[in-house]
């Protein structure tokens, strides 16, 4: 299967959408999710890197998404950006 | 007239200024093969995370792109970016944390995430040309409860 961060990205926002959303927004607000785009398993942590450490240490070569609970975006940026490309993993 | 910041029982790291005028400091990325190398990255604070580096330089350092995660951009658009787990060494500490893959050759940019996980003041004074990092002061621990005075009800029967 050929991954695109997009792919990779719009599996992951569909796996958290439809089956940890409504629960996670209740009981993790603000915590980091880390799903793995394979199995659909989550892993919740109070950092980032603490959830995808512990996804790594289940699936070494897991393709991941990460997801701050509640909020758009994990992180902010202080530019934007209009030209914006794809590429192949 | 500026006399210069206190600097008793404090480690400054000295940064300098890119031809753009921004704060820049002298970092090293590692990844899973552990190699160093080194970068200069300019201190954002307007960006929220660790570590942002453009693709062509995660592929020598060895980073496995394996993530994505949304960030916000400024303008409250959000955008998919490429993410790893990788290492800066800064100040003879290393910190692990997430790395954001940026597909333009951009700058390399450490964020808030950067100065909470190396524990550092930024100084910034671009009138005399100082861009300097101190440990952070530790927060006073929080004072304890003040036990409130035992309340006497009163007697019932004088």
């Given at each position: 299967m050929t991954k695109t961060p997009n792919s990779i990205a719009e599996k992951g926002e569909a796996l958290y959408r439809e089956k940890y959303q409504a629960e996670y927004e209740v009981k993790y607000p603000g915590k980091y999710l880390a799903i793995?785009?394979?199995?659909a398993k989550p892993f919740v942590a109070d950092t980032p890197e603490d959830a995808i450490e512990n996804l790594l240490r289940e699936n070494p070569a897991a393709y991941y998404h990460i997801v701050r609970i509640g909020?758009?975006?994990v992180y902010r940026v202080g530019y934007a950006q209009h030209d914006y490309r794809e590429w192949v993993l | 007239m500026f006399t210069g910041w206190d600097t008793r029982n404090t480690t400054i790291v000295n940064g300098s200024y890119n031809p753009s005028g921004n704060p820049t400091i002298a970092i090293e990325v590692s990844g899973p093969l552990g190699n160093l190398f080194p970068f200069t990255a300019m201190l954002d604070t307007?960006?929220?995370?660790f570590l942002l580096l453009p693709i062509l330089d995660a592929f020598p350092i060895g980073l496995l792109l394996q993530g994505t995660m949304p960030i916000t951009l400024a303008d409250g658009s959000t955008q998919t970016k490429l993410t790893c787990l990788g290492s800066i060494h800064f100040d003879g500490a290393e910190e692990i944390g997430i790395i954001i893959i940026e597909w333009q050759n951009t700058d390399v940019l450490v964020g808030m995430e950067f100065l909470r996980r190396f524990k550092k003041e930024l100084r910034v004074d671009p009138i005399n040309g100082l861009v300097e990092l101190v440990n952070a002061p530790v927060p006073a621990a929080a004072p304890a409860p003040v036990q409130p005075p035992p309340v006497n009800p009163p007697n019932p029967n004088p």
């Open positions: 793995d785009v394979t199995t909020a758009p975006g | 307007g960006f929220s995370g």
